[in-house]
Structures are given as structure tokens and as C-alpha cells.
């Protein structure tokens, strides 16, 4: 078998090749393998390598260095997506048990306006070689090959498929994607290590071969932050705390005069034959203005203020169940 599976481009670029090279081939397993005389497989594969042949079903990179001159932004665009898939199909066909893969990007436009804007999405199209299949962790892992290529795109935002139309992906938020091998092999060994325990207490009663446990583990892998803003009262314990305290004080009430109003007040001392004034005239001059007094104060506390963070341990028991079967025939 020379190739197999391979697309009609490349299928006719190699035949071409082929009968230029007067290399005899044939075709098997319906047109979907192309043979050549078992000596002559490795040189004929390297010979179409050195002519790039075959290409593949998929275009990377190379297609931004055939654009023309005076291609406008809109293809520009087109045309990075379309290498941009290509390589991530092609990055997901090194997997072992992927044949073919395939890509697509739902892109938005950028927008100025922040309620404006949406997130980017994928869906991967993946055909298995037959009798192979992903464990949940490699799917995990293509899910985020994509987020991470692909900029502000959530992993939960990446829908991948099989060949069957078969879900492999699960669109749950936040960190809730399939559980992955780690967190399998954890719960493994809880519930081994269980296992272990309970044989091991009733195994001198009962026998070695006497008793058999098993146990199921339901483990909580969610992840748990919480903040803590406490504050603590400035003076009294048992009161609640002063952030800030404000005193008001007004006066209303009627001032005396204190001389009699004018410019002969304000000059000096007179000579001791000024007349002197009257009681009368003294009388008149005491009528004073209303006078209004008001008075503010606020007062600024610094709070005892305690931050805490506390991230709670991932990987807590929930609840365990148990059984256990002892043979008491002896």
C-alpha cells in the first residue's frame, strides 16, 4: 500500500507522477488504497515527498503566501481563517487514533462597543482510524488545543465531534468539562485504598478468601473561593463599628453693640472737652443685630479591616457506598 484515503487532488497529482515514472499501481479496497510492487514503496514515497505530494485534504499557512497583490482586508481575513483551520486539523491529525480531521471557526467581528462584543466558537469534525477510539482526557485536550489558539475563546465555546455525529465534547461551564484521567485514577485509588482497609479489618475474622468489599466514591472536584471582607469595632466590642461620626451645633440669638454705630467709633480718643453722652443717647445705641452662630464637626474612623482569601482543597469526599459479602459457611 502506497497511500490510502487519500483526497482526489492528491489521488491524480501521484498517479500523474506515477505513469510520468512508468511505475506500475493499481487500485484495492474500493478505490480507497493505491498499491505499488512491495520494493518499490519506499522509494516511490520518497520521491513524491521531495515533489510535496501528497498534500493533504488541507491548507495551512502556505495559502498567505500565494495571495495576489492588491487582495483586499476582507479576503485577507477569509483567507487566515482558512489556513488557521488547516492548521489546527492538521495539528489534530498527529493524534494516533485520528484519520482526518476538520475545522471550523465562527469568528466575530471586533467591535468598539463592550456590550457589543461576542465570543468566538469551534466545532471539530474528527473521523477515527476504525476500531479506535479518544478517552475523555484527549478530547479535553483538543478542546483546549482550540481555546487556546484562538484568542478570548472560552474552552467551553469548542463543540467536537466524531465521524457518527456522536457528542465527544460536553458544553458545561466553567471547569464542569469531562472528568480527565488525573481525576479518574484519584477516585481509583479512594476507593482501592478503602477496599483495602475493610478486608484488612475483617480478614483475621473471617478469612482471607472470606470477605470481598467494594466501594463507590463520590468525589467532589468542584473549585471553591470565597472572600471575606471583616471589620472589627474601633472602640467597644460589643457595638457595632464607627466609620465616621458628625456633630452639628446652631445658635440663634441677638448680640450686643458695642459702640455706637458710624465713623465717630472708629476715631480717636477725644479730647476732655468732648461733651459727654447721655444715658439716652447710650440707651439708643444698644440696639444691636440678630447673630446666628452654627458650628460642623466630622470625625473619620480607620476600621480594623481583616481581607481574607481561602481556596477550599479540591477532591472532597461526598459520600461513599459500601458493600461488603463474607462467607460464614465455615
Do not use: C, W
Given at each position: 500500500?502506497?497511500?490510502?484515503?487519500?483526497?482526489?487532488?492528491?489521488?491524480?497529482?501521484?498517479?500523474?507522477?506515477?505513469?510520468?515514472?512508468?511505475?506500475?499501481?493499481?487500485?484495492?479496497?474500493?478505490?480507497?488504497?493505491?498499491?505499488?510492487?512491495?520494493?518499490?514503496v519506499h522509494e516511490v514515497r520518497l520521491r513524491l515527498a521531495s515533489q510535496g505530494l501528497p498534500k493533504g485534504g488541507t491548507v495551512g499557512f502556505e495559502l498567505m503566501e500565494s495571495q495576489k497583490f492588491?487582495?483586499?482586508?476582507?479576503?485577507?481575513?477569509?483567507?487566515?481563517?482558512?489556513?488557521?483551520?488547516?492548521?489546527?486539523?492538521?495539528?489534530?491529525?498527529?493524534?494516533?487514533?485520528?484519520?482526518?480531521?476538520?475545522?471550523?471557526?465562527?469568528?466575530?467581528?471586533?467591535?468598539?462597543?463592550?456590550?457589543?462584543?461576542?465570543?468566538?466558537?469551534?466545532?471539530?469534525?474528527?473521523?477515527?482510524?476504525?476500531?479506535?477510539?479518544?478517552?475523555?482526557?484527549?478530547?479535553?485536550?483538543?478542546?483546549?488545543?482550540?481555546?487556546?489558539?484562538?484568542?478570548?475563546?472560552?474552552?467551553?465555546?469548542?463543540?467536537?465531534?466524531?465521524?457518527?455525529?456522536?457528542?465527544?465534547?460536553?458544553?458545561?461551564?466553567?471547569?464542569?468539562?469531562?472528568?480527565?484521567?488525573?481525576?479518574?485514577?484519584?477516585?481509583?485509588?479512594?476507593?482501592?485504598?478503602?477496599?483495602?482497609?475493610?478486608?484488612?479489618?475483617?480478614?483475621?475474622?473471617?478469612?482471607?478468601?472470606?470477605?470481598?468489599?467494594?466501594?463507590?466514591?463520590?468525589?467532589?472536584?468542584?473549585?471553591?473561593?470565597?472572600?471575606?471582607?471583616?471589620?472589627?469595632?474601633?472602640?467597644?466590642?460589643?457595638?457595632?463599628?464607627?466609620?465616621?461620626?458628625?456633630?452639628?451645633?446652631?445658635?440663634?440669638?441677638?448680640?450686643?453693640?458695642?459702640?455706637?454705630?458710624?465713623?465717630?467709633?472708629?476715631?480717636?480718643?477725644?479730647?476732655?472737652?468732648?461733651?459727654?453722652?447721655?444715658?439716652?443717647?447710650?440707651?439708643?445705641?444698644?440696639?444691636?443685630?440678630?447673630?446666628?452662630?452654627?458650628?460642623?464637626?466630622?470625625?473619620?474612623?480607620?476600621?480594623?479591616?481583616?481581607?481574607?482569601?481561602?481556596?477550599?482543597?479540591?477532591?472532597?469526599?461526598?459520600?461513599?457506598?459500601?458493600?461488603?459479602?463474607?462467607?460464614?459457611?465455615?
Amino acid at each position: 500500500v502506497l497511500y490510502a484515503n487519500l483526497s482526489d487532488r492528491d489521488g491524480g497529482a501521484i498517479i500523474e507522477s506515477l505513469q510520468q515514472q512508468n511505475i506500475p499501481y493499481k487500485f484495492a479496497e474500493g478505490g480507497g488504497a493505491l498499491l505499488v510492487p512491495g520494493n518499490l514503496v519506499h522509494e516511490v514515497r520518497l520521491r513524491l515527498a521531495s515533489q510535496g505530494l501528497p498534500k493533504g485534504g488541507t491548507v495551512g499557512f502556505e495559502l498567505m503566501e500565494s495571495q495576489k497583490f492588491g487582495t483586499s482586508q476582507f479576503l485577507e481575513q477569509v483567507n487566515y481563517q482558512r489556513s488557521l483551520e488547516g492548521e489546527l486539523a492538521r495539528s489534530m491529525q498527529t493524534i494516533a487514533a485520528v484519520q482526518n480531521a476538520r475545522v471550523h471557526l465562527a469568528i466575530p467581528k471586533p467591535s468598539v462597543f463592550v456590550k457589543d462584543q461576542q465570543k468566538p466558537s469551534a466545532s471539530v469534525v474528527l473521523a477515527l482510524h476504525p476500531g479506535r477510539d479518544l478517552d475523555p482526557g484527549q478530547v479535553n485536550g483538543i478542546v483546549h488545543l482550540v481555546s487556546s489558539s484562538i484568542p478570548n475563546m472560552p474552552p467551553q465555546s469548542v463543540t467536537v465531534l466524531d465521524q457518527s455525529g456522536n457528542l465527544l465534547s460536553s458544553a458545561r461551564e466553567g471547569n464542569e468539562l469531562l472528568m480527565d484521567a488525573t481525576q479518574l485514577k484519584y477516585v481509583r485509588e479512594i476507593e482501592q485504598d478503602y477496599i483495602k482497609r475493610i478486608e484488612a479489618i475483617l480478614s483475621p475474622i473471617t478469612g482471607q478468601q472470606n470477605v470481598k468489599a467494594q466501594v463507590t466514591a463520590n468525589i467532589d472536584f468542584a473549585q471553591v473561593e470565597e472572600t471575606a471582607e471583616i471589620y472589627k469595632p474601633n472602640q467597644r466590642p460589643n457595638t457595632a463599628a464607627i466609620r465616621s461620626t458628625q456633630t452639628l451645633e446652631a445658635l440663634n440669638g441677638v448680640a450686643q453693640a458695642g459702640g455706637v454705630p458710624g465713623a465717630l467709633s472708629n476715631q480717636p480718643a477725644p479730647a476732655a472737652t468732648t461733651p459727654i453722652t447721655t444715658g439716652a443717647q447710650v440707651a439708643n445705641a444698644t440696639s444691636g443685630n440678630a447673630a446666628n452662630t452654627r458650628k460642623e464637626a466630622t470625625s473619620n474612623f480607620e476600621l480594623d479591616r481583616t481581607i481574607q482569601h481561602t481556596k477550599l482543597p479540591v477532591g472532597n469526599i461526598r459520600r461513599l457506598s459500601v458493600a461488603v459479602v463474607v462467607n460464614n459457611r465455615n
